[in-house]
């Protein structure tokens, strides 16, 4: 039986329940005659106009209590319909979505949060936000702020800070982005809140690519001028190696000029390195990359220095 044809039922039933009430009281104290009678056989018409009101007021009662509870209903369906259909929808976007109540536990997570902390939605469920959604500065390795405590503590949407790293449950590393908005009731109280993150791993490539372009760039527009302005060999080639190095498209420089009976090394932020490479070179010693670019005459590009350049002495800067 429905909730609401409870309600009718027994507003009906509570009704009935003064009617008899009624009756017993007027019989044991105040009418004499047949219990009967009194019950029903033979009332005045004030009394039954009286016992009738009361009967229908239990009854309207009643039925708008039911109504009441039909709306409700209704509405708890459409709250768990929508509900359901946001669930599905969070599972379904690109960035991932973590979910938490006013004390900041976890109370949802999509599959692409998952996958970026490595947590899923049953092992996180209650947890301390901060325990998944653990995150630090790219350059200094410092935690980093959680953007959801504050969320719950100015009821305001927060963003992350740049260079953010989400650190995975096993180790795994990814730069993000993300935002954290409140949750709130329908009278404005935060009771929770959302975070939205995503991996931006490529971005990150194309703007170190970007920046370190541009480095370079500056380095050779900075050589040109030099090559104008200084004209000692010696100095030029120590001159370069500083530019590449401090306009920063470089780590480090090392430049080895050969004139067919001597060579010259300049270098910069190789430490002794190049006194060794100028040793080898004085005894006769040429390093693979020198063989492979005086071979080929063309840009040689090493990807594993740490295995070619096994033996040189400036393999100890990779």
């Given at each position: 039986m429905k909730s609401e044809h409870k309600i009718i039922l027994l507003a009906v039933s509570l009704g009935l329940a003064v009617w008899v009430l009624d009756t017993i009281l007027d019989f044991l104290f105040f009418v004499k005659g047949d219990f009967t009678d009194l019950l029903i056989l033979n009332l005045s018409v004030h009394e039954i106009f009286m016992r009738l009101t009361v009967f229908i007021v239990f009854l309207v009662f009643g039925i708008l209590?039911?109504?009441?509870?039909?709306?409700?209903?209704?509405?708890?369906?459409?709250?768990?319909?929508?509900?359901?259909?946001?669930?599905?929808?969070?599972?379904?976007?690109?960035?991932?979505?973590?979910?938490?109540?006013?004390?900041?536990?976890?109370?949802?997570?999509?599959?692409?949060?998952?996958?970026?902390?490595?947590?899923?939605?049953?092992e996180a469920f209650g947890e301390?936000?901060?325990?998944?959604?653990?995150?630090?500065?790219?350059?200094?390795?410092?935690?980093?702020?959680?953007?959801?405590?504050?969320?719950?503590?100015?009821?305001?949407?927060?963003?992350?800070?740049?260079?953010?790293?989400?650190?995975?449950?096993?180790?795994?590393?990814?730069?993000?982005?993300?935002?954290?908005?409140?949750?709130?009731?329908?009278?404005?109280?935060?009771?929770?809140?959302?975070?939205?993150?995503?991996?931006?791993?490529e971005r990150r490539k194309s703007e170190k690519q970007i920046n370190h372009l541009n480095e370079v760039l500056k380095a050779i527009r900075n050589v040109n001028q030099l090559i104008t302005q200084v004209k000692d060999r010696d100095e030029l080639l120590d001159g370069v190696c500083r530019e590449l190095v401090n306009t920063r498209g470089f780590n480090s420089a090392c430049i080895v000029l050969e004139d067919g009976v001597s060579r010259?090394?300049?270098?910069?932020?190789?430490?002794?390195?190049?006194?060794?490479?100028?040793?080898?070179?004085?005894?006769?010693?040429?390093?693979?990359?020198?063989?492979?670019?005086?071979?080929?005459?063309?840009?040689?590009?090493?990807?594993?220095?740490?295995?070619?350049?096994?033996?040189?002495?400036?393999?100890?800067m990779f």
């Open positions: 209590m039911a109504k009441r509870a039909i709306r409700e209903r209704e509405l708890r369906q459409d709250l768990q319909k929508s509900g359901e259909e946001m669930a599905v929808t969070l599972k379904s976007i690109g960035d991932a979505v973590i979910a938490t109540d006013k004390n900041g536990n976890i109370q949802f997570m999509n599959p692409v949060a998952e996958s970026l902390t490595r947590w899923t939605i049953s301390p936000i901060e325990r998944v959604f653990n995150i630090v500065n790219e350059q200094t390795e410092e935690k980093a702020p959680n953007p959801i405590e504050r969320v719950l503590r100015e009821g305001k949407v927060v963003g992350l800070a740049n260079h953010t790293v989400l650190v995975a449950k096993d180790g795994k590393r990814w730069p993000i982005d993300d935002s954290g908005a409140p949750i709130k009731d329908d009278r404005g109280k935060v009771i929770g809140a959302v975070l939205v993150f995503h991996d931006i791993t010259y090394v300049a270098s910069s932020e190789i430490g002794n390195s190049a006194v060794e490479v100028q040793k080898q070179f004085q005894q006769g010693y040429v390093p693979s990359c020198f063989k492979q670019v005086r071979e080929k005459d063309d840009v040689h590009v090493i990807k594993e220095p740490k295995e070619y350049c096994r033996g040189c002495p400036a393999s100890g």
